[in-house]
């Protein structure tokens, strides 16, 4: 097991920081976690970032079986240290064992999803147009077509998520798959967490024979290094997962540059829950309530997806729901949240809630113990009041649900309309609502970037089909996703290459297909065994 340095790694050397730094801390408790992490200057920051570009060349001459091995190996040392990672991240993050354990398991598989990916190739998008020389009026050249890696990558650790979307996330994972290098700024809430992970990677760097600066953390305070780093003309885009404030800082600084970049930055949603009549008709508004304040409270309320909004109809059976939904809400206890910063920015946005016009207090939980713990809230308005104060729908992170009652369609449709981009929207129906359903769904999908029916949003699946995106604040680039086999596109450019002498041509795009990819070949595709 590695033993904590309190040190950066830089191109796989550990680095002391030649700027003061700070300790982790037990979220649970408030005390202080050894070792205290220095802080780097800007001239390491440099030495992580040069590295980086030193290593892009050789880093994406790699085969698909090179990288695909690569990213295993990563994998497999991460599980090696496994228990000793999920330990500190429960004492870092205050997050229960069970959900941890699983997010190393969710860490892991995402590095074996794209493993895959990369060793089937069809990411590269490798299109072949044959040169037709005897084409009238004029010939065609041949013309070939494949995706390259932009080069060195910044990526942001997440507070919410010390793994999944952290160290070795997906940010990571899918811009190493694509032959990106990879500069990571750990988060300061969970330092221990992320030098383990950080070590992890950097053993399968060196075991798969590969240039050092493929791979380098650093720590360091939020801000300066962030922007600096962003800045930093060796970094060709950037991964982030965050505060709107914070993406926003970041984006700023990219398109400051000489030459702007991107940042794709995950920031800021709600996510809508729309619950239809017959969702709740009949008796069924207590089981949904229930679900619902399940969904509102799991993990303190810190996920990215936590159904913040939910539109219920007026009349009895939504009356029943509100006070369903309330008794749960009385009944649940606050649980740690990940920092103390976290916590009071929780309390700032409940009490704006709380005295907000026509808002309603339905429920309020109870404290929880330890530190860091606040109570669940539950409140109501209407959709003429959310018209008026469209703050009320703004996020607050953490266990906060908001219930906008609405009374007709047209109502329900128009405050949808209104509402700013979203990871998620989720619809409650039953078969007699699939005709209001289908009405508003071409005005969902111009919302979110991931529609859920009769489920709740928090959980996001890694595959193939998985958007976990959306429009502007959801994200700063709507076409893109950070979860899922997609999410190695961000990190790629088109490049087509005309009359390029068959033996200079790279592997990808050779008639003899060397890699066993599938191309597209004059419009048509062509698997591997043909």
């Not at 493993?115 to 990411?123: I, N």
């Not at 650790?157 to 999944?164: I, R, V, W």
């Not at 649940?332 to 409940?350: C, E, N, V």
Request: with cysteine; aromatic share 4%; charged share 15%.
């Amino acid at each position: 097991m590695t033993s904590l340095t309190g040190h950066s790694i830089i191109a796989g050397s550990p680095t002391a920081g030649t700027l003061p730094g700070s300790a982790g801390v037990e979220a649970a408790t408030g005390a202080a976690l050894e070792p205290v992490y220095t802080h780097v200057d800007e001239s390491q920051l440099e030495e992580a970032t040069q590295a980086a570009a030193d290593a892009f060349d050789a880093y994406r001459a790699t085969s698909p079986e090179e990288r695909g091995a690569f990213l295993e190996r990563v994998a497999a040392e991460i599980e090696a240290d496994g228990e000793a990672i999920v330990a500190r991240a429960v004492a870092e993050s205050g997050l229960p064992l069970a959900r941890l354990t699983g997010e190393l398991g969710r860490t892991t598989g995402q590095l074996r999803m794209f493993a895959a990916v990369v060793r089937l190739g069809d990411h590269l998008e490798v299109r072949i147009d044959p040169a037709q020389p005897d084409r009238t009026p004029l010939p065609r050249a041949d013309i070939r077509q494949r995706h390259v890696p932009l080069g060195p990558v910044a990526v942001f650790g997440a507070s919410n998520f010390p793994l999944a979307f952290s160290v070795a996330g997906g940010d990571t994972a899918s811009a190493l798959a694509a032959g990106c290098p990879v500069v990571v700024k750990a988060h300061n809430a969970h330092p221990g967490t992320s030098e383990l992970v950080g070590a992890a990677v950097t053993r399968a760097v060196a075991a798969a024979g590969l240039p050092a600066g493929v791979f380098s953390l650093v720590f360091g305070s939020g801000t300066p290094v962030g922007q600096a780093l962003v800045r930093d003309p060796r970094i060709k885009a950037v991964g982030f997962t965050g505060s709107r404030a914070g993406g926003l800082a970041l984006v700023a600084a990219a398109a400051a540059r000489r030459e702007p970049i991107p940042v794709y930055a995950e920031m800021s949603s709600v996510n809508p829950v729309v619950v239809l009549p017959g969702s709740i008709a009949g008796g069924r508004a207590e089981a949904l309530a229930t679900a619902y304040v399940g969904s509102l409270t799991m993990g303190s309320g810190q996920f990215c997806t936590n159904p913040g909004l939910t539109f219920v109809p007026v009349g009895p059976d939504g009356d029943a729901f509100v006070a369903a939904a309330a008794r749960a809400v009385t009944g649940a206890a606050g649980q740690t949240m990940l920092t103390s910063g976290i916590a009071q920015a929780f309390d700032k946005g409940a009490a704006a809630l709380r005295g907000a016009p026509a808002v309603t207090v339905e429920a309020e939980g109870v404290v929880g113990g330890g530190v860091n713990a606040p109570a669940p809230l539950l409140v109501s308005t209407t959709t003429s009041a959310l018209g008026e104060d469209a703050s009320v729908a703004e996020e607050v992170f953490g266990a906060v649900g908001v219930v906008v009652r609405w009374a007709d369609a047209g109502e329900l449709a128009d405050a949808l309309r209104a509402l700013e981009g979203q990871l998620t929207v989720t619809v409650q129906a039953t078969d007699a609502d699939h005709h209001l359903a289908g009405t508003l769904l071409p005005l969902l999908e111009t919302k979110a970037g991931r529609i859920l029916f009769n489920g709740w949003p928090t959980g996001v699946e890694v595959g193939h089909a998985m958007v976990h995106g959306g429009p502007f604040p959801a994200t700063s680039e709507p076409r893109t996703t950070s979860v899922g086999s997609l999410a190695i596109y961000r990190f790629q450019r088109p490049v087509a290459y005309q009359d390029v002498p068959a033996d200079l041509l790279p592997d990808a795009m050779r008639d003899d297909n060397p890699w066993g990819l599938t191309q597209r070949v004059d419009g048509r595709l062509r698997p591997a065994q043909d």
